[in-house]
Protein backbone atom coordinates (compact mmCIF):
# COMPACT_ATOMS: atom_id res chain seq x y z
CA UNK A 1 0.00 0.00 0.00
CA UNK A 2 1.41 3.47 -1.17
CA UNK A 3 1.24 5.55 2.22
CA UNK A 4 0.63 8.95 -0.36
CA UNK A 5 -3.08 7.57 -0.76
CA UNK A 6 -3.66 7.50 3.00
CA UNK A 7 -3.64 11.65 2.48
CA UNK A 8 -6.53 14.00 1.43
CA UNK A 9 -5.91 15.09 -2.06
CA UNK A 10 -6.39 18.55 -2.73
CA UNK A 11 -9.58 18.04 -4.17
CA UNK A 12 -11.04 16.27 -0.91
CA UNK A 13 -9.45 19.61 1.72
CA UNK A 14 -11.04 21.36 -1.12
CA UNK A 15 -14.91 19.69 -1.00
CA UNK A 16 -14.28 19.51 3.10
CA UNK A 17 -13.20 23.42 2.92
CA UNK A 18 -16.72 23.92 0.84
CA UNK A 19 -18.75 21.80 3.15
CA UNK A 20 -17.53 23.61 6.46
CA UNK A 21 -18.14 27.02 4.69
CA UNK A 22 -21.96 26.04 3.70
CA UNK A 23 -22.38 24.23 6.61
CA UNK A 24 -21.78 27.79 8.74
CA UNK A 25 -23.94 29.75 6.37
CA UNK A 26 -26.58 27.37 7.20
CA UNK A 27 -26.35 28.14 11.04
CA UNK A 28 -25.80 31.50 10.57
CA UNK A 29 -29.30 31.53 8.54
CA UNK A 30 -30.92 28.97 10.60
CA UNK A 31 -30.00 31.33 14.03
CA UNK A 32 -31.13 34.72 12.45
CA UNK A 33 -34.57 32.76 11.09
CA UNK A 34 -34.63 31.51 14.64
CA UNK A 35 -34.63 34.20 16.77
CA UNK A 36 -37.98 35.32 15.70
CA UNK A 37 -40.94 33.70 17.62
CA UNK A 38 -44.60 32.67 15.65
CA UNK A 39 -47.82 31.98 16.86
CA UNK A 40 -48.08 28.32 15.17
CA UNK A 41 -52.10 28.67 14.96
CA UNK A 42 -52.10 32.30 13.31
CA UNK A 43 -48.35 32.56 12.25
CA UNK A 44 -48.60 35.96 13.68
CA UNK A 45 -45.04 37.33 14.79
CA UNK A 46 -44.93 37.08 19.02
CA UNK A 47 -42.97 40.49 20.39
CA UNK A 48 -40.62 40.22 22.74
CA UNK A 49 -40.23 39.64 26.14
CA UNK A 50 -43.19 41.83 27.70
CA UNK A 51 -44.13 44.18 24.78
CA UNK A 52 -47.58 43.66 23.93
CA UNK A 53 -47.46 44.81 20.34
CA UNK A 54 -45.04 44.15 17.40
CA UNK A 55 -42.45 46.30 16.22
CA UNK A 56 -43.97 47.76 13.66
CA UNK A 57 -46.75 48.67 15.05
CA UNK A 58 -44.89 50.43 18.17
CA UNK A 59 -42.72 52.61 15.49
CA UNK A 60 -45.52 53.96 13.69
CA UNK A 61 -47.43 54.67 17.06
CA UNK A 62 -44.36 56.62 18.51
CA UNK A 63 -45.22 59.16 16.00
CA UNK A 64 -47.70 60.33 18.03
CA UNK A 65 -45.07 60.61 21.26
CA UNK A 66 -44.80 63.74 22.89
CA UNK A 67 -42.71 65.04 25.74
CA UNK A 68 -44.28 65.49 28.49
CA UNK A 69 -46.89 62.43 28.19
CA UNK A 70 -48.27 60.34 31.38
CA UNK A 71 -46.75 56.55 31.91
CA UNK A 72 -50.48 55.91 31.47
CA UNK A 73 -50.91 57.68 28.24
CA UNK A 74 -47.55 56.13 26.96
CA UNK A 75 -49.08 52.88 27.83
CA UNK A 76 -52.63 54.04 25.78
CA UNK A 77 -50.25 54.89 22.73
CA UNK A 78 -47.33 52.06 22.45
CA UNK A 79 -48.72 49.16 24.36
CA UNK A 80 -46.48 47.54 27.48
CA UNK A 81 -42.82 47.97 26.49
CA UNK A 82 -40.46 44.52 26.01
CA UNK A 83 -37.88 45.94 28.79
CA UNK A 84 -37.98 48.14 32.36
CA UNK A 85 -35.81 49.35 34.49
CA UNK A 86 -35.89 48.27 38.37
CA UNK A 87 -37.71 51.77 38.59
CA UNK A 88 -40.03 51.61 35.66
CA UNK A 89 -38.52 54.77 34.60
CA UNK A 90 -36.65 53.85 31.18
CA UNK A 91 -38.43 51.43 28.97
CA UNK A 92 -37.07 49.69 26.01
CA UNK A 93 -39.37 48.34 22.59
CA UNK A 94 -37.32 45.77 20.74
CA UNK A 95 -37.91 44.25 17.28
CA UNK A 96 -38.81 41.13 16.90
CA UNK A 97 -35.88 39.88 14.73
CA UNK A 98 -32.50 40.23 16.64
CA UNK A 99 -29.61 42.34 14.86
CA UNK A 100 -27.42 40.12 13.75
CA UNK A 101 -26.48 40.54 10.25
CA UNK A 102 -29.27 42.80 9.74
CA UNK A 103 -28.97 45.73 12.07
CA UNK A 104 -31.64 46.71 14.02
CA UNK A 105 -33.23 49.33 16.38
CA UNK A 106 -35.27 49.95 19.76
CA UNK A 107 -37.32 52.77 20.78
CA UNK A 108 -36.03 53.79 24.47
CA UNK A 109 -38.22 55.86 26.32
CA UNK A 110 -37.08 57.84 29.24
CA UNK A 111 -39.31 59.08 32.29
CA UNK A 112 -38.45 61.78 34.83
CA UNK A 113 -41.40 62.47 37.75
CA UNK A 114 -43.58 60.25 36.05
CA UNK A 115 -43.40 62.47 32.31
CA UNK A 116 -41.70 61.35 29.15
CA UNK A 117 -38.38 63.34 29.10
CA UNK A 118 -37.10 62.20 26.29
CA UNK A 119 -37.06 59.04 23.52
CA UNK A 120 -34.92 58.28 20.44
CA UNK A 121 -34.62 55.06 18.01
CA UNK A 122 -31.28 53.55 18.81
CA UNK A 123 -29.37 50.79 17.01
CA UNK A 124 -29.09 47.73 18.84
CA UNK A 125 -25.45 46.95 19.38
CA UNK A 126 -25.08 43.20 20.85
CA UNK A 127 -23.51 43.30 24.32
CA UNK A 128 -24.28 47.24 24.75
CA UNK A 129 -27.12 48.43 27.10
CA UNK A 130 -29.96 50.77 25.63
Do not use: H
Not at 12 to 30: D, E, H, N, Q, Y
Not at 40 to 64: D, L, N
Amino acid sequence: MNPRSLLPTRNKIGRLWLAGVLATLGSMLWLTSACVTENATTGEVIPRGKQKYPFERVEKAAEGLKIGMSKPQTLLLLGSPAEQDEKGDVWVYLPERYGIIVPARALRLEFQNQALAEFAFQTIVLGARL
